[in-house]
């Protein structure tokens, strides 16, 4: 499963190169040195999520942005405000929403519509970015190639929940995220690795 176009950025924060399309999601921390973005993702509106400082180091005019209401109107420009269990189009890109939360945990309650999402690229590879979630019933439902899964555990899955759910929805491969900032460690991956039945990919951090 090819997974070279898919760039580790630290933390939740991903680019993921579509031909010469430039898709970013969640970027945070970033260095001056990226592309500029054609499509952006905001999973929440936390801010190791959405980042405006971030934001404006690589949005261009004509940038399009997907992001849940409680962000969206805090952005200027071509904006989908997204709801979870939707599906959108944007040019050849195919999106669908899965809600993201904590069903046990306050930090990501359900009722704030936040989303992870399945981005279709135009090859027809799907990608799944979960958001910050834990193992949620909407997962099981999700069809992806690849899925972005949060391990770190607190805010989200640990590596033992976000292998269960993996092993659930049977995506072919997994890159752990949200992990070594903040919160998790490369014990956290190394753990999914484990306990995942597909092909567990861990990324080095892109700076």
Request: net charge negative; proline share 6%; glycine share 6%.
């Amino acid at each position: 499963m090819n997974h070279q176009h898919i760039h580790w950025l630290g933390h939740s924060s991903f680019r993921i190169e579509d031909g010469g399309t430039q898709i970013y999601i969640d970027p945070w921390k970033l260095t001056r040195h990226v592309p500029k973005a054609d499509v952006i993702f905001i999973t929440h509106a936390h801010s190791d999520h959405f980042s405006p400082e971030d934001l404006a180091k690589i949005r261009k005019p004509e940038t399009a942005f997907f992001a849940p209401k409680d962000v969206a109107y805090q952005i200027e420009g071509t904006i989908l405000t997204v709801l979870p269990g939707q599906k959108y189009t944007l040019g050849e890109l195919k999106v669908s929403t899965v809600a993201a939360y904590n069903p046990q945990k306050k930090y990501h309650p359900k009722q704030s519509n936040w989303v992870g999402y399945i981005i279709t690229l135009s090859t027809g590879q799907k990608i799944y970015h979960a958001g910050d979630s834990d193992f949620t019933p909407e997962m099981h439902a999700v069809v992806t190639d690849i899925a972005l899964l949060p391990c770190g555990g607190t805010y989200t899955m640990t590596a033992a929940e976000a292998a269960e759910a993996a092993n659930a929805f049977k995506p072919a491969l997994v890159i752990p995220m949200h992990w070594g900032d903040i919160v998790g460690s490369e014990k956290d991956p190394e753990e999914f690795q484990r306990l995942f039945k597909g092909q567990t990919v861990i990324k080095t951090v892109e700076r």
